[in-house]
């Protein structure tokens, strides 16, 4: 299984772009980025998941170089609801293999 | 109907208790998970079902068994726990279309657990 590394916290601002960067060294060729979003006592929240390159939806935009060896969640001007715990997670949910949460990275954001 | 629910939103129970906790997904999906999670945590996979049959068990203690009746009910049997298995348990489903790589989970809101 491939292990992530994250920042454990970050901290911004209401309005600021944030970039949540995640090192997956070991990633295979198989496996995906996926990104949840988790708030106080409730159930993670899937954002994103990728391949290569660059990836976008209406919540946030992944950006993946081409060695894929790291990630970045890049989330556009954020609210003070986007306070939460982000996960980066590598692997392919198969039902055999299943992904791994690592430890994710806490957002502030402030005012 | 787009949600996954989990009942009962929150148990206390004695280490001597047998009790159940409940998942419920309308989807059509065909994985259903357990997770368990410890405050400040993150969550640590326990069990997973694929088309009912179950595909995962991470050398999970035997005081939880899980049960899939049907693919849209997932049952966690919890008996003789131990304080320690207080947690919040959360379930989770995935659509599992052929080989399509998804990874999209939908969670439920979990169980708050406490084992006294």
């Known amino acids: 299984l491939a292990k992530t590394t994250q920042p454990i916290s970050m901290d911004s601002y209401e309005g600021q772009e944030v970039n949540i960067t995640c090192s997956h060294n070991?990633?295979?060729?198989?496996?995906?980025i996926t990104w949840y979003q988790q708030f106080p006592s409730q159930g993670p929240r899937f954002i994103i998941q990728?391949?290569?390159t660059k990836v976008t939806n209406e919540v946030a935009s992944l950006f993946i170089p081409a060695d894929r060896k790291s990630s970045t969640l890049s989330l556009p001007r954020v609210s003070l609801s986007d306070t939460a715990v982000y996960y980066c997670?590598?692997?392919?949910?198969?039902?055999?293999?299943?992904?791994?949460f690592g430890s994710g990275t806490r957002l502030q954001v402030q005012p | 109907d787009t949600e996954v629910t989990q009942t009962p939103k929150h148990l206390v129970m004695g280490m001597t208790n047998k009790k159940s906790l409940k998942c419920e997904q309308h989807?059509?999906?065909?994985?259903m998970y357990w997770y368990k999670q410890k405050a400040k945590k993150p969550p640590e996979l326990m069990f997973v079902?694929?088309?009912?049959?179950?595909?995962i068990n991470e050398s999970v203690p035997s005081r939880f068994s899980p049960e899939c009746p049907n693919s849209s009910l997932l049952n966690l049997h919890l008996h003789a726990l131990q304080p320690e298995d207080s947690a919040l348990y959360l379930c989770?489903?995935?659509?599992?279309?052929?080989?399509?790589?998804?990874?999209?989970?939908?969670f439920g809101p979990g169980t708050r657990l406490t084992v006294l």
């Open positions: 997670l590598v692997g392919m949910d198969t039902g055999r293999r299943a992904l791994t």
């Open positions: 070991n990633i295979a060729t198989n496996d995906y």
């Open positions: 990728g391949y290569k």
């Open positions: 989807m059509g999906h065909r994985a």
């Open positions: 079902y694929s088309y009912e049959k179950l595909s």
């Open positions: 989770a489903s995935n659509l599992k279309r052929g080989t399509e790589a998804n990874n999209e989970q939908f």
